[in-house]
Structure formats: structure tokens, C-alpha cells
């Protein structure tokens, strides 16, 4: 089993609809992070968490809001999605550490928003 | 200017060839520099951490230059499931800490 699990894995809907993404993990890191990728672009971090009830606002936080309840969980929401926020998302998990580490990645969750 | 630019290739290399790509950063203060590979439609997954004094797994090979701001990848003897795209990432803590991914940059090994 994949140790870091994001749901959905794909996910269409419309301009202004809620939006949840989920991301599970099992590796027992305290540090999470959800990015984008865009072609061309690189990822870029959204938010990230280094601990349960931890919020960090990432690069491009703007449209989005996160909530990390437990540590195994940190979920990602588009309160009114807007097109420009269609991508590839992806989360992360990382162990101790501020800066030297490595970071594992989901599968990834398509978001297409018409 | 990006924070971390790569030369977004496409590299297109015979098996066999040796390939070098190279990553430029802008921040003097960056701490730890990484490659990650990301092959298509899926999650990246570190290749290797760049350390000062240069690193070497296997035929891949990873050097840092903090004098000149940049680092590299060197792949020698590259095979076919070296195809894949490499993404230089950054980590320094500036105002908190801050991760940055490069765009990429594509490699097509051919037979």
C-alpha cells in the first residue's frame, strides 16, 4: 500500500463549487505539504503543516485554506474554485528536520474546474 | 527573475551518452539543494541531495557551486528508463521556511 494517499485521484466540477482534497499518510511525519504543478512552472507550495493544528501559508495560498486535525491527515480546500485553479495537485510528507530532508509525494489529484 | 530556473530542455541523448543539466538559484541564503525525477503523470521522488562537496550514486553524479549559485546533475551512461523529467529543488529559510521546485527539465533517452 502507498504510504502517502491522496483522494480524489481526479475531480472535474464547476466555477465556484466547494472543493475537498485529501491526503492520508502513513509514514509518520509530522511535516506536510500541498503543492500545485502547472506546466511550466514548476511546483509551488501552497500551504504546509509541521505539526497536528500547525498552519503555514506557502507561496500561492490564495483561493485555498487547509486543515490538519491529525497528524496522519491534512486536507486541502478550494472554497469557490475558479479555473485558473485547475492543476495538478499534490501532497507531501516530509520527517524532522527544517530544511535537509526529503519529501514524499502522493499520486497526485487532477483538478479540472470549467 | 525565477527564484530557480533550468533549462527546460528537451534533452534528447542516445543510450549510452552522457548528459549534464544544471539548476541556477538566486537566494544567497538557500541551505540544501536536492534533485528530484518525475516521470510522466506521476509523483516526483528524490533522485539525490547535493551536498558542497559533491555527490555521487552510482552514474549519477550531484555538484554544488554556492560561490556562483547553481548545481547539477550529471547522468553518465544513460539508459532508456533514465527518461524522465528532473527537478532541481531549493530549501532556505528566509523570512520562514521556503521550498522551491524548478520547472524541470525534460530527458528523452533513445535507443
Known amino acids: 500500500d502507498a504510504d502517502v494517499t491522496q483522494t480524489p485521484r481526479n475531480r472535474i466540477t464547476k466555477t465556484g463549487k466547494r472543493i475537498m482534497l485529501e491526503c492520508s499518510q502513513t509514514?509518520?511525519?509530522?511535516?506536510m505539504y500541498w503543492y500545485r504543478q502547472d506546466p511550466g512552472l514548476g511546483l509551488r507550495l501552497i500551504y504546509y503543516?509541521?505539526?497536528?493544528?500547525?498552519?503555514n501559508k506557502g507561496e500561492i495560498s490564495d483561493g485555498y485554506s487547509v486543515s490538519r486535525q491529525a497528524q496522519a491527515k491534512f486536507s486541502l480546500s478550494l472554497e469557490s474554485a475558479i479555473p485558473n485553479q485547475t492543476a495538478l495537485y499534490f501532497c507531501?510528507?516530509?520527517?524532522?528536520?527544517?530544511?535537509?530532508?526529503?519529501?514524499?509525494f502522493g499520486p497526485g489529484t487532477r483538478l479540472t474546474v470549467l | 527573475r525565477k527564484e530557480v530556473e533550468q533549462d527546460p530542455g528537451p534533452f534528447n541523448v542516445p543510450e549510452g551518452a552522457t548528459v549534464a543539466f544544471n539548476c541556477t538559484y538566486s537566494n544567497s541564503a538557500s541551505q540544501s539543494f536536492f534533485w528530484y525525477r518525475q516521470d510522466c503523470r506521476k509523483e516526483p521522488k528524490l533522485l539525490m541531495s547535493?551536498?558542497?562537496s559533491g555527490n555521487e550514486d552510482g552514474r549519477f553524479t550531484a555538484q554544488l557551486n554556492r560561490a556562483s549559485q547553481y548545481i547539477s546533475l550529471l547522468i553518465r551512461d544513460s539508459k532508456l528508463s533514465d527518461s524522465a523529467t528532473y527537478l532541481c529543488v531549493v530549501n532556505f529559510l528566509t523570512g520562514g521556511f521556503k521550498t522551491i521546485f524548478g520547472a524541470g527539465t525534460r530527458l528523452f533517452v533513445k535507443a
Open positions: 503543516s509541521f505539526d497536528v493544528k500547525d498552519i
Open positions: 547535493v551536498y558542497s
Open positions: 509514514k509518520g511525519h509530522d511535516r
Open positions: 507531501a510528507t516530509s520527517d524532522t528536520g527544517l530544511a535537509d530532508n526529503e519529501q514524499f
